[in-house]
């Protein structure tokens, strides 16, 4: 008897311009377009492995060893009935010997590598697992681009863990959703010299989640609505831009300032909503300082480094690979670390840095 079974990984994605709003709840349409760098495969990852069988009873879902409800009409739910849909339609419909895995139940089990719900991307690399394994499991033809617009419909950032490098998220216009896709701006080849260190400051799930933060947001808060209509279209066009000319300089100030700006709108929002911690304003001061000096003409008078922060209180800081391990020694002095500092790279020498 076959086994139809697949397993894919999906890494998370940190967003520089940040989405925060939806026009449309159900079909996952964002107020504004927003722009990410994939992290590479190798660290924080969602790893997901789809069952279809014809003895299976109903769709059922494991995330991290513990079974999840699917609710009908929710999110989990919309992206498998769509991924069940496009079998049917492309392969099945077209080949009368394909198998009708499109009438099976599917179990799907799913692990992070990383903490999950805590403001480091789980639902991006989540949701692109669960569709690319769907996708593997089914052989669609589809590209990463048209998986995207279903990733999108289980988290909206997951529809930019479907593609590497530097990936935008079109806001798009049609009532549809169908131009609300993720496109690539740049290969990771076309800039690999920019490194993304992640700074775990806390791994406990938030106390809001990102879907219902930014719903209040959008129904309450006016510096939303500025940033949308002001804001966020230039900024697309200038760190594409500083992307394509490898301008760190200016990624950097893009980056931090649209931060910021994201924190500020959850600040503005009613009730307010705080992410950062004092941790996490600590890290912004450290990376600020270090970025005078950088600035300063005797020095060079660039940016040496780019904070950001999600949803949550965990720091990624971007810069390019020269200046990690000055950086990596500036936080480890600032915040010592709880757990010894493992040296993945051997930046440190043999004897790695304790705490
Ligand atoms: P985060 O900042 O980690 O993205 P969110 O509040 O956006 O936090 O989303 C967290 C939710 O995403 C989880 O409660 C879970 O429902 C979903 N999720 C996380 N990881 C996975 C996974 N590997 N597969 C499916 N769903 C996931
Ligand atoms: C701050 O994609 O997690 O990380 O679409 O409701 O699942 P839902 O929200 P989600 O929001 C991510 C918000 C952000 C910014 C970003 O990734 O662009
Ligand atoms: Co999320």
């Given at each position: 008897?076959?086994?139809?079974?697949?397993?894919?990984?999906?890494?998370?994605?940190?967003?520089?311009?940040k989405?925060?709003g939806?026009?449309?709840?159900?079909?996952?349409?964002?107020?504004?377009?927003?722009l990410?760098?994939?992290?590479d495969?190798?660290?924080?990852?969602?790893?997901?492995?789809?069952?279809?069988?014809p003895?299976?009873?109903?769709d059922?879902?494991?995330l991290?060893?513990?079974?999840e409800?699917?609710?009908?009409?929710?999110?989990m739910?919309?992206?498998?009935?769509?991924l069940?849909?496009?079998?049917?339609?492309?392969?099945?419909?077209k080949?009368?010997s394909?198998?009708?895995?499109?009438?099976?139940?599917?179990?799907?089990a799913?692990?992070?590598?990383?903490?999950t719900a805590?403001?480091l991307?789980s639902?991006a690399s989540?949701?692109?697992?669960?569709?690319a394994?769907?996708?593997?499991?089914y052989?669609?033809?589809?590209?990463?681009?048209?998986?995207?617009?279903?990733?999108?419909?289980?988290?909206?950032?997951?529809c930019?863990s479907?593609?590497?490098?530097f990936?935008?998220?079109?806001?798009?216009?049609l009532?549809?959703g169908a131009?609300?896709?993720?496109?690539?701006?740049?290969?990771e080849t076309?800039?690999?010299?920019i490194?993304?260190l992640?700074?775990?400051v806390?791994?406990t799930?938030?106390?809001?989640?990102s879907?219902?933060?930014?719903q209040?947001t959008v129904?309450?808060?006016?510096?939303?609505q500025?940033?949308?209509?002001?804001?966020?279209?230039?900024?697309?066009?200038d760190i594409?831009?500083a992307i394509?000319?490898?301008?760190?300089?200016?990624f950097?100030?893009?980056?931090?300032?649209?931060?910021?700006?994201?924190?500020?709108v959850?600040?503005?929002?009613?009730?307010?909503?705080?992410?950062?911690?004092?941790?996490s304003?600590s890290?912004?001061?450290?990376?600020e300082?270090?970025?005078?000096v950088?600035?300063?003409?005797?020095?060079?008078?660039?940016?040496?480094?780019?904070?950001?922060?999600?949803?949550?209180?965990?720091?990624v800081?971007?810069?390019?690979?020269?200046n990690i391990k000055?950086?990596?020694?500036?936080?480890?002095?600032?915040?010592?670390?709880?757990e010894?500092?493992?040296?993945p790279?051997?930046?440190?020498?043999?004897?790695?840095?304790?705490?």
């Amino acid at each position: 008897m076959a086994v139809y079974i697949a397993t894919t990984s999906a890494p998370v994605n940190i967003a520089c311009i940040k989405y925060w709003g939806k026009r449309d709840t159900k079909l996952i349409l964002p107020t504004n377009s927003s722009l990410s760098v994939t992290l590479d495969q190798d660290h924080l990852r969602s790893t997901t492995t789809s069952r279809a069988d014809p003895t299976f009873e109903k769709d059922r879902l494991w995330l991290n060893g513990i079974e999840e409800e699917i609710k009908s009409g929710g999110r989990m739910a919309t992206c498998i009935a769509e991924l069940k849909r496009l079998r049917k339609e492309l392969v099945e419909d077209k080949d009368a010997s394909a198998p009708a895995l499109s009438t099976f139940a599917v179990h799907i089990a799913s692990y992070n590598n990383f903490p999950t719900a805590a403001g480091l991307a789980s639902s991006a690399s989540g949701f692109a697992a669960l569709t690319a394994s769907l996708a593997a499991l089914y052989k669609l033809p589809s590209t990463p681009t048209d998986l995207s617009l279903i990733a999108r419909q289980g988290s909206g950032s997951a529809c930019r863990s479907l593609l590497g490098g530097f990936v935008a998220w079109n806001v798009g216009t049609l009532e549809s959703g169908a131009d609300s896709l993720a496109v690539q701006v740049a290969p990771e080849t076309h800039w690999p010299d920019i490194h993304a260190l992640i700074c775990v400051v806390s791994d406990t799930k938030k106390g809001t989640s990102s879907t219902s933060g930014m719903q209040r947001t959008v129904d309450t808060s006016p510096l939303l609505q500025h940033r949308i209509k002001h804001v966020v279209p230039q900024r697309m066009e200038d760190i594409s831009a500083a992307i394509l000319a490898r301008d760190f300089d200016r990624f950097a100030e893009i980056t931090m300032a649209d931060s910021n700006q994201f924190h500020a709108v959850a600040l503005d929002t009613s009730p307010p909503i705080f992410y950062m911690n004092d941790v996490s304003r600590s890290i912004i001061a450290v990376i600020e300082e270090y970025n005078r000096v950088a600035q300063l003409p005797e020095n060079g008078g660039k940016r040496k480094a780019a904070y950001t922060y999600d949803a949550g209180p965990n720091a990624v800081i971007y810069a390019p690979s020269a200046n990690i391990k000055e950086i990596i020694s500036l936080i480890v002095r600032y915040f010592p670390q709880q757990e010894t500092f493992k040296d993945p790279f051997g930046l440190f020498g043999t004897a790695g840095v304790g705490a």
